[in-house]
């Protein structure tokens, strides 16, 4: 039986390889090859420069037509940090966040698999520098295969709490705000009268990004060490169950230019456990199960740790979750595809 072979045209563009992951659903597209490297003496100024002069990476690989509204990117760069294994920069619909633990848990594996590390059992250590700080991972190892990953993430803590704004079509909101290397913005549904669980994700998205406007409007975002860090992400909308319990809690995550998260969102889980463990609803090693609303996978989640991070206590939290492989793929880019810089559809 004969294969047939796709010839392509000759190509005056950048060829791009990458190795597609998921966490918990949530995707992750790691650059393998083909993107130049960042300018910048720090992590932190690569992804400026990256932001101000190589745009077209993430645009060819997130936007369509090669990625969707929703696709997430790794682009891996060298660290400053003597510790770390790799650095990156994480790449989104809209730009470049500083921090994201779905892609902390499938870097690790990757790093494991594609020899960046050493691998030992019953689990390889994993240095992964990002831009909000240097993220310990820890991927599981036996008999010549990588398996389920935990992280340590960078302080983590409160900002505020019970704060109202006005959200216009809703009213006055009470928010908090917490910080798990990306600040986000806390809301039960039930104050929309929906469920994370059941309700229509468009009607959950609608409240979540006019949430994310109001804070943004009516709150000041400041992180003690460095003005890069100080926006907010987006809004992470909860059933509610705050308190400390063995059954899991749900929520949804939306983030960038009304972005969906998959998965129960890494530094998300992060940012609710300093809040819970900030207002006394959890202790130190007290694990508990987040669920995503959106496909029903799960993190745990754990204070380890107090520590501070400027004037503000903090916590150390422990995420782990389970990543998978979905394939490779070698993306081209002709100069006359007058789609070629990419566009989204909503």
């Not at 990625?67 to 790449?91: R, T």
């Not at 059954?247 to 230019?257: L, Q």
Request: aromatic share 8%; net charge negative.
């Amino acid at each position: 039986m004969s294969v047939l072979k796709l010839r392509l045209p000759p190509n005056d563009g950048p060829v791009l390889s990458v190795v597609d992951m998921h966490t918990g659903g949530e995707p992750l597209r790691i650059v393998l090859s083909g993107a130049p490297v960042p300018s910048g003496s720090t992590i932190l100024e690569k992804r400026r420069w990256v932001r101000e002069n190589m745009d077209w990476v993430r645009r060819m690989l997130m936007l369509e037509p090669r990625g969707h509204q929703d696709m997430y990117g790794a682009l891996l760069v060298p660290s400053e940090e003597a510790e770390a294994h790799l650095g990156v920069l994480f790449m989104h619909n809209a730009g470049y966040s500083t921090m994201c633990g779905h892609a902390i848990i499938a870097l690790g594996r990757f790093a494991v698999d594609y020899k960046l590390v050493d691998p030992q059992g019953p689990e390889t250590p994993v240095n992964i520098h990002c831009p909000c700080g240097l993220v310990r991972a820890y991927v599981s190892y036996a008999e010549g295969c990588s398996g389920r990953v935990r992280f340590h993430s960078v302080p983590a803590f409160t900002l505020c709490t019970d704060v109202p704004v006005d959200v216009p079509g809703y009213g006055q909101v009470v928010v908090d705000v917490a910080y798990g290397g990306a600040f986000y913005a806390f809301v039960s549904a039930e104050r929309f009268g929906l469920d994370v669980c059941t309700s229509r994700t468009r009607d959950i998205v609608a409240a979540a990004a006019a949430v994310t406007d109001a804070v943004k409007a009516q709150v000041k975002i400041i992180h003690p060490d460095s003005e890069d860090l100080s926006f907010l992400y987006g809004t992470i909308v909860t059933d509610g169950k705050d308190a400390y319990s063995g059954e899991p809690t749900a929520n949804i995550c939306v983030f960038a230019d009304s972005q969906v998260d998959r998965s129960p969102t890494g530094s998300g889980v992060t940012a609710r456990i300093a809040l819970q463990y900030h207002k006394g609803l959890i202790q130190l090693e007290q694990t508990r199960t987040f669920k995503s609303g959106a496909t029903d996978s799960l993190f745990t989640g754990k204070a380890v740790k107090e520590t501070v991070c400027g004037d503000y206590k903090a916590v150390i939290v422990e995420v782990s979750g389970q990543a998978y492989y979905t394939g490779t793929s070698s993306f081209i880019l002709e100069s006359e595809d007058i789609l070629k810089d990419g566009f989204l559809l909503k």
